[in-house]
């Protein structure tokens, strides 16, 4: 069905619209935004029927039913400045909770690579509000661009007024979004770094984190993202972010497997009839998972490659029993030398309200302690270890965690 909708021919479609809305609204973007590389007078592509469904049909798996409200209302917002965790996104605990917080990744990464996360003798973070705000932009721009294989983007915007095509029929409802989308196409990163940072107000009011996700989708391009996906969609059946639609975001392709390259062969040395595609390159944030549920064992049960568990940045995405989080070091170096990693601190972030203060977790490496030493937490007839334990076990083998007690309480609350 997606193919042939691919296949249709291009309608006509809206030229103009006189009721596009004003893209220069903020300071710091008439600052930052060079009116004189980028035409954005213009209206884009205007959107066909064929490319709508597919989006729908590739988010959804439906062309008849939208995203839910959770959705419709997420945003890319940034908590109030005077907050303690100011550099953190507002990411609450709905389906779109995931891809926020890959996009608050890379805002870390950004924020460590400039050097601009004050942190004071209590491992206090501050930070100034022109940091986080170009951090956003930029880590926009890198996931796009790195989805369109680091030679071109796609960003779609929605203009006000009617929508682009009107001649579909019963097999597709509008939902005042898709159907309203203009595409700028970019292979120059400057001009698409200008285009986010005149655009940054639309992914930070409502719809912004569904024009975002249709953007990322358009810069893997659909054809591609058809082949990625293999019939599954990106929006979870519990209306959550697939891990498909975090390794697009990650990786800059929706993979089902987390190992480094491409597995063509199985256990017996016998050629597989279909690869298994893994992650290729070291990517700029990690991924750690980890779920007790018998429904997850699919992922559970696989071991992530290097290229995810080791990223460019001390910064990972976490899945903890199905819900998302951040982990990461302040010291920018703590991957580059083994011994940084003897003993080092992380923080976790959920991107929940909730969440008022820094978590700080300090990790001893030192020694390779077994998984017994948790037992004495729990009832005696209980000695598994603790769930976040066997999360950061995965990346750091036998490690434990200081004042392991506090540290539970504190992930029930803020977790």
Request: charged residues 20%; proline residues 3%; glycine residues 6%.
């Amino acid at each position: 069905r997606v193919d042939s909708l691919l296949a249709q021919p291009i309608l006509q479609a809206k030229q103009t619209d006189l009721q596009a809305p004003k893209l220069f609204e903020d300071d710091y973007i008439k600052t930052l935004g060079n009116s004189l590389s980028l035409k954005l007078y213009s209206q884009g592509d205007p959107i066909t029927l064929a490319t709508a469904s597919t989006l729908r049909l590739l988010a959804n798996n439906t062309t008849i039913h939208s995203f839910s409200q959770t959705w419709l209302s997420a945003k890319f917002s940034f908590r109030d400045y005077t907050n303690p965790l100011s550099y953190g996104l507002i990411a609450d605990r709905t389906g779109a909770r995931g891809l926020i917080l890959c996009v608050q990744a890379f805002v870390l990464r950004h924020l460590l690579l400039k050097n601009a996360l004050s942190v004071d003798q209590n491992q206090s973070i501050t930070i100034n509000v022109e940091s986080r705000t170009e951090a956003l932009v930029d880590s926009l721009t890198e996931i796009l661009w790195q989805a369109g294989e680091y030679r071109g983007a796609t960003v779609c915007i929605p203009y006000a007024g009617d929508a682009c095509f009107t001649n579909h029929g019963e097999h597709y409802v509008s939902d005042g979004i898709t159907e309203r989308l203009h595409m700028f196409e970019f292979v120059d990163l400057g001009k698409l770094r200008s285009f986010i940072i005149k655009c940054l107000p639309y992914f930070m009011k409502e719809h912004g984190v569904i024009i975002f996700l249709y953007s990322l989708m358009l810069s893997r391009t659909l054809k591609k993202l058809i082949d990625d996906l293999d019939h599954v969609r990106l929006v979870g059946e519990r209306d959550e972010s697939t891990i498909e639609m975090i390794t697009l975001a990650l990786t800059g392709r929706a993979l089902h497997y987390l190992h480094n390259g491409i597995i063509d062969v199985d256990s017996n040395g016998n050629l597989m009839e279909k690869p298994q595609y893994g992650v290729k390159n070291r990517s700029p944030v990690g991924f750690l998972y980890c779920s007790k549920y018998d429904e997850d064992s699919f992922w559970h049960k696989q071991e992530i490659g290097s290229m995810l568990r080791t990223p460019k940045v001390p910064v990972w995405l976490i899945c903890l029993n199905r819900r998302y989080g951040i982990i990461f070091s302040t010291n920018v170096n703590l991957l580059n030398n083994w011994i940084y990693e003897n003993y080092f601190q992380l923080h976790i972030y959920s991107g929940l309200k909730k969440q008022e203060n820094s978590c700080i977790v300090s990790i001893d490496t030192r020694q390779q302690y077994p998984a017994s030493i948790y037992g004495d937490l729990f009832e005696e007839n209980d000695h598994r270890i603790p769930d976040i334990i066997q999360l950061l076990q995965t990346r750091w083998p036998g490690c434990i965690i200081e004042n392991i007690e506090d540290i539970l309480h504190e992930l029930m609350i803020i977790f």
